[in-house]
């Protein structure tokens, strides 16, 4: 792991003020995923995409493979199938559910929509991880009060002063910039970093 951080800071020195909050995050989510649970993500605009892309690399093989156990394999009994399956850290990203998404912003509030999702989905010991370059997007921030309402942890990715986040959130990191495509350049390799912690920690050969 502190290869990893530092291969990141090598990289984007002005990142050095976040290696506690990157730190803290890792071990939220390994708690999070140590105890079978699922991170929940959201976002709007290009958070809404990197929301997603951390799905796909969560979910997925992102650095290492991940091959299924032996006992998963003789339960599938199929060599096509289960040697390409690969192994997943849980993830759901909030800003797909269109159907129900649009619906409960037509019938109910359209500033409650991940609100609501996490109401239903999530239980304690998940948590939600929210990504807003100003940490001020109110959607995000309603949907950060309900998770820890259940029990939730709360991660946030934003900007230099991390806005309303800042306070709602257990871990927040928070970028040092302010301009919305500045933060949103040191997103990408935080979460990418954070996102190959996991993997070396739950996939060591």
């Known amino acids: 792991m502190e290869t990893i951080l530092e291969n990141l800071i090598g990289r984007y020195p002005t990142l050095g003020s976040c290696v506690g909050q990157i730190q803290a995050a890792f071990e939220m989510l390994c708690r999070c995923y140590g105890k079978d649970g699922c991170v929940y993500l959201c976002g709007n605009g290009g958070s ?64 409650l929509v991940y609100a609501q ?52 959130c257990k871990v927040c990191i928070r970028v040092p910039e302010t301009e919305t495509y500045k933060v949103q350049e040191l997103h990408l390799p935080v979460y990418h970093a954070l996102c190959a912690m996991l993997e070396a920690h739950f996939f060591k050969d």
Request: proline residues 3%; aromatic residues 6%; hydrophobic residues 35%.
């Open 48 to 111: 809404a995409s990197d929301a997603e892309h951390i799905v796909g690399e969560l979910m997925k093989s992102f650095l290492v493979q991940r091959p299924l156990s032996d006992d998963m394999e003789r339960c599938l009994g199929d060599p096509a199938l289960s040697g390409k399956l690969q192994e997943s850290l849980r993830a759901f990203s909030l800003t797909g559910s269109g159907s129900l998404a649009s619906a409960f912003a037509n019938d109910v509030d359209p500033g």
């Open 117 to 168: 999702q996490i109401y239903g989905y999530g239980r304690p010991g998940d948590v939600l991880w929210g990504i807003s370059t100003s940490g001020r997007s109110e959607n995000v921030l309603r949907a950060l009060q309900v998770a820890r309402a259940k029990g939730l942890d709360t991660l946030g990715l934003t900007g230099r002063d991390g806005g309303g986040m800042a306070s709602l």
